[in-house]
């Protein structure tokens, strides 16, 4: 399945990454998609919480239980997901 509507997702975080290729007029596959997810899972944004740094995986790896998992259909980019929430949960 290709996808070209950020809406498929949602308000995910995901959404701006979509957003930023229908932009540019290009479809966005579930591998794309997969891959930008894996990368943020593996190397995941801090926030500051009472003056304190911590990182938001856990976000992330809700977010691609709820919204994104869901939503694919490529049989690879799932179970390539599946295995990157295997080794962060």
């Avoid at 943020?40 to 998992?69: A, K, Q, S, W």
Wanted: hydrophobic residues 45%; aromatic residues 16%.
């Amino acid at each position: 399945m290709r996808i070209f509507a950020w809406w498929k997702f949602g308000n995910s975080f995901i959404w701006k990454f979509i957003i930023k290729m229908a932009e540019r007029n290009r479809e966005i596959s579930d591998i794309e998609i997969a891959l930008q997810l894996a990368f943020h899972i593996e190397n995941p944004c801090t926030v500051e919480v009472n003056g304190r740094t911590e990182n938001i995986r856990d976000f992330y790896l809700r977010e691609l239980r709820e919204y994104v998992l869901p939503k694919l259909t490529n049989p690879y980019a799932k179970e390539f997901l599946q295995e990157v929430i295997k080794q962060y949960s």
